[in-house]
Each structure stands twice: as C-alpha cells, then as structure tokens.
C-alpha cells in the first residue's frame, strides 16, 4: 500500500506491530487484548486528523485517496472488536452508505461513516464536496471516542474473545473478500490482509497463557498463507473467490474451532445465529434455525415439523375448505407455484409472484414488502387475506379442537388441552422452517466433495462474487438480503423492476412503500430473496415479469431502472453496467443451477 508521504515512519510502524502483535507476550489475562484495541484506536484517530487536514489543505486527489486507504486500513485491524462488542458502532463506522430507517420511530438517520467516504474519495474527489466531506470525517472521532470508552472500562473474556474472532473470519468470507464495504474503491482483497493480521494479533497476546500454543502458530501460519495470495495483487474481477474460501478462509476456521475444542473455551450461553458447533461457514447444520424464532416456545422441534406439515397440505385452513397452503406453495417448485401471479379466491388475478418458502426462516421479514416480521405472523397473514385463503384463525382453532387426531397431536406438542391460535401458528412456521436442506451441490463441494462442481461452474461462482457483485446483496452462503455474520438485518433494495422482461415501464408497485408511503427510501424497495433453488422458481421478480434467468442477468447487466430512463431516484442498484458477456453470464447461470436441493 502506498502511504501518503507525510505520514511519519514511527506512525507507519506502530501500525504493522499492533497488526502483528506480541507472539512473546504472556498476560495474566486479556487486558493486553484491550491495551492493543486502544492503541489502534489511538491511530485510527490520529489518522482522521491525518485526512482533516489533508482535505482542510486540498491536497491533490491521490494523496487523499491513499489517506483514506490508511484509515481504512487502521480500522480493520480492530474491526473484530469493534464489530463484536460495539454493533451499533460499527454499523455507523463502515455501514452501507444508506439512511438507516427506524421504523417503529418514524425516523430516517443518515448514512455516515467510512463507507459514505469512501464515495466522496473515489472514483474521484470533488473539492465542491470538502466541507461534507469534513463533516463526516470529524463524525468518526466520535466513534473513536466511544470505541476508546468502551474497552478503557469493559473487560473481556476468552469465550467472548474467540467468538469475535470467529465473527471476524465470516465477515472477511461474506462481506470482505467479497466488496461489500469497499463498492467503490474496491479495495476489498487488500483491506482483508489488514482483517486477517488482527486477528493474528491478538492470538499471539494470549499464545502465552493457553495450553496448545502450537494451535495458535497453526492459525497464524494459515493467515499467512492466505495474506500471500492476497498480496499477490490479483485483480479482483480475476480473483479465485471459491478456492480462496474453501482453501484458506474455511482451514482459518475449523483451526480457530479446534483451538476452541482443544482448550476446552465454552461457548456462550446466547443464541447463536452460527452453531458453536459448526467448524466453519459452510458446515452441515451450520445455521441455528431457532435463531430466527420470536421466543422461545417457539422453538422448532420434530414433531412440530410433521404436524406443521400435515396441516400445510389441509383445506381446513381456508374459509371455504378449497384451499391449502400446499395449493400455491408446491415442493418440488421450492414452495412456489410457477406462475407469473396466483389467482385469488374470486377467481382474478394477484399481483405479486409467489415467494418461495424454502430457507424463509432466514430472513427478517416476510413477504416481498416484509410486512411481517416472522413466520409465525406471515401464516396468520395469508390464512386469513380475503383473497388468499379467507380463513378466520378462531374459527380454525375451534374446528381443530373438534378433531380428535389434531387435539392429540397438539397435546403431545404444547402440553396443552386446548388448541390454541399461536400454536397453529407455531407448527405451520416450524414445518416452513424446516424447508431449508442446505444439500445442494455447491453446499457439499464446501464440504469437501470437491469434484461436484465443474471448472464453468467454479468460473460463474467467482464471478458472480466479482465482476458481477451479486454477492453484495445476495450474501453467501444463504445467498439472500440477510446480513452476515450476525444475521440481525434483512436487506430490501430499489432496483426498478419493470413490468416484464422487456424493460418499457416501471412497475407500479410501490412494495415496502405500500405500507410507508412517507419514507422515501423505501418507495419500489422489495426485500432481497434467497436464489437458493432459482432454478425451480421461474417466473422471477416480484412480479413474476421476468421468466428466464438470462432476462434476469440482462436486468442486473444494464444496471436497473435508472438506465432504462425510469424515474427512481432511491435506487440503491448501482446504475453502471456490469459488461458481463454472453459466455460470462451462461457461466453465472451454471454456478446458480449448483444451488438446487
């Protein structure tokens, strides 16, 4: 990396020993850990000063870039901490650059942070920008002081400790490698080499006080290894993104993991959206799907999946005994039905696709307008919509409490002599959340069957991470809008879908907008879906307009709406084409087609 010139040389090196660390510490506990969090956060704002003032002297564009670049950089070193014990500061430090929206408030804050930056800095600067531009510089000095405050007065723990750096392995898998935080400078290859060093870092303050220091080496070997193919330089539209997650990133991980094993860590007693049992991203049962439950009685378990299931395929549910769940949601669609829209008790025509509900669960958010928060709320939506199914859940829980089977049933379940609503609820949420299988093609190539997928394949899935960036709205390996590693958000996105395939006219329907119609933002926004199975869920969009995936790809290549001369000023689809070619695009299609069931 090429620092600015003014920047001292002491500055430069205490910046590669913090990132290095101490490997001949030995602390009587993680105090060090802390003291190496303070000091990097000493330079990170240093650093801001550092750019104030090359922005307050307007100093030529390369030198404010390459400032920037050295903040960035700062703040990766320690972005495992930060990120980990400090959430809402670190979505406000490196979020996406775009308005929070608070709902429950009524309020729009701001983007701010390093990732709003990074779009003032590059592709180019403009000095008619430099008083913005220093406002929010001097905005990160204020996370700087917080990040100081909390870990001068926070202890930390080890369990917490090697949790944060196992968070950090998978936010390097899913949004660093990847570009997610750096969509502009693209600078997401170099910055993770900074990612990777912290965590080495602080390995080597505790190597001193655990019983297999030679686990420890293991890792940082590892992290060697991959900051050397890292630093090599590739181009990141070049870059091998599917050997360097299965050959490098995934080892970092299970090695963390049987450092944990073999050091006998606990792991925390918190719900984990990860299971501590999973060696890595990409492990069978990796994802907690009661992670995603409203509570805790909630909670999936066999038997609530089989009778979800029988229920699921019962026409007792629907006001006029017509319908099932099972009638717009077929298995072997991924749960939906292969219609532009379905057709309403009345017999007319809906306007929205049915969504599939295959790996529903992991999402925040249900329905294209995520009008509903979970499952359990999506069933009653749709039981009792007029022109969906028409039902009445008192109604439906009386009946099923005249049905003998179903009373046992739910007996067994709930402990419960009567049945009541929520638990209805309960078992149709628990069936749908069993629908996620992960045992794909592509799953059980990471799981080391590594001749499941072929040299086209591998190709469409490093481009689908790089030149294409579908992998910063469709994040692997849930590949939808739910946002990694904590899976605490589901993304929404504007991206001007017209009314078919042929791009003539914007479709009117306003999505999350239809329900918010004093938020801007959320005006055509539509929440981003798994493409897990895509190839059983044709037509696509939220319309059902587009029923090839070639149409698809030929909407992203273009850049949306905007380009098609739609009116949408909130799109949130970068509007530059992405210049796939025709072979380019058959190869993404390929690597999409490993993602089935």
């Not at 660390?21 to 330079?43: C, F, M, W």
């Not at 319908?323 to 007319?348: N, Q, V």
């Not at 439906?396 to 609503?421: C, M, P, W």
Request: with cysteine.
């Amino acid at each position: 990396m090429k620092y600015w010139m003014v920047v001292s040389l002491l500055a430069v090196v205490m910046l590669a020993i913090m990132c290095k660390g101490n490997q001949d510490s030995n602390p009587k506990d993680l105090l060090k850990v802390r003291q190496t969090v303070l000091a990097i956060n000493k330079e990170f704002d240093q650093r801001i000063n550092d750019q104030i003032s090359r922005v307050e002297q307007d100093l030529d564009e390369k030198i404010l870039q390459s400032g920037f670049d050295s903040l960035r950089s700062t703040y990766k070193c320690m972005e495992w901490a930060v990120a980990y014990f400090m959430p809402t500061t670190a979505r406000f430090l490196n979020g996406p650059n775009l308005d929070e929206i608070e709902l429950e408030e009524n309020a729009v804050i701001e983007a701010e942070g390093l990732q709003t930056l990074e779009e003032y800095f590059y592709p180019n600067y403009d000095s008619a920008e430099k008083q913005q531009t220093l406002i929010f510089l001097k905005r990160l000095k204020t996370k700087s002081l917080a990040i100081d405050t909390y870990f001068e007065v926070n202890s930390l723990s080890l369990p917490q400790l090697i949790e944060a750096l196992r968070n950090q392995v998978f936010r390097i898998t899913t949004l660093g490698i990847t570009g997610f935080d750096t969509p502009v400078s693209g600078r997401g290859l170099v910055e993770s080499i900074d990612a990777l060093n912290g965590i080495a870092a602080v390995l080597g303050q505790i190597q001193g006080q655990v019983s297999h220091p030679k686990e420890i080496d293991n890792v940082q070997n590892l992290i060697k290894i991959a900051n050397e193919k890292l630093g090599k330089g590739t181009p990141k539209d070049q870059f091998d993104y599917l050997n360097f997650m299965d050959q490098h990133l995934n080892k970092i991980a299970d090695a963390l993991f049987k450092f944990r094993k073999l050091e006998d860590i606990p792991s925390l007693n918190v719900s984990h959206p990860i299971s501590p049992e999973a060696s890595n991203l990409f492990s069978k049962n990796a994802f907690n799907p009661d992670f995603f439950v409203p509570s805790e009685r909630q909670m999936i378990s066999t038997g609530k999946v089989t009778l979800g299931a029988k229920l699921f395929r019962d026409n007792m549910l629907s006001g006029n005994g017509s319908r099932s769940c099972i009638s717009c949601h077929h298995p072997e669609k991924a749960f939906t039905d292969g219609l532009k829209a379905p057709t309403t008790m009345s017999g007319s025509k809906m306007d929205r696709n049915t969504p599939s509900l295959s790996y529903s669960n992991y999402q925040h958010g249900q329905f294209w307008d995520m009008r509903s928060e979970d499952l359990e709320g999506q069933s009653m939506d749709v039981i009792t919509n007029k022109d969906e199914m028409h039902g009445n859940m008192d109604q439906i829980a009386r009946r099923l409490n005249q049905h003998k089977t179903y009373v046992g049933e739910f007996q067994k379940i709930f402990k419960s002599d009567t049945i009541a609503v929520w638990q209805l609820q309960n078992v149709l949420a628990s069936y749908v959340r069993s629908l996620a299988k992960f045992d794909s093609r592509f799953d059980r190539y990471m799981r080391g069957e590594s001749q499941l997928l072929s040299p086209q394949e591998k190709e469409g899935f490093n481009l689908f991470v790089g030149k294409a960036k579908c992998a910063t709205c469709h994040f692997v390996p849930l590949f939808n809008g739910t946002v990694p590693p904590e899976y605490a958000k589901t993304e929404s996105e504007v991206l001007g879908i017209a009314t078919d395939h042929r791009n003539r006219m914007l479709d009117p329907d306003r999505g999350r907008g239809r329900y918010h119609a004093t938020v801007a933002q959320l005006q055509y926004a539509f929440k981003t879906p798994t493409i897990r199975n895509i190839t059983k869920t044709a037509p696509y969009m939220h319309n059902g307009g587009y029923t090839t995936l070639e149409q698809v790809m030929d909407f992203y290549n273009k850049g949306g709406g905007q380009q098609f001369g739609f009116k949408l000023d909130n799109q949130t689809l970068p509007t530059d084409s992405l210049k796939l070619t025709e072979k380019e695009t058959a190869k993404i299609i390929a690597f999409l087609k490993t993602l089935d069931d």
